[in-house]
């Protein structure tokens, strides 16, 4: 595989990971699990750094937000 290529995948896994509101660490040691050794010095690149936290930090907040929501509905029913 060529270095653009690696790079893409490394790229394609760290967003799919991020999706599910991974951090940083945890995104690096599961690259670095399939095979990407440089993922640290990938990961360090402030474009790809700060995608990935804000990625992470929406989804984390839009799960939390949905939780919030079913135990306030959940805490109404009780009420009613």
Do not use: C, W, Y
């Amino acid at each position: 595989m060529r270095k653009d290529e690696r790079s893409e995948a490394m790229l394609k896994m760290a967003r799919e990971l991020a999706r599910h509101g991974h951090r940083l660490p945890m995104i690096e040691a599961l690259l670095k699990a399939n095979g990407f050794n440089k993922a640290s010095v990938f990961l360090n690149q402030p474009h790809i750094h700060n995608e990935l936290i804000d990625i992470a930090d929406r989804v984390r907040r839009g799960e939390q937000a949905g939780k919030e929501t079913e135990s306030s509905a959940a805490s109404q029913e009780t009420i009613s």
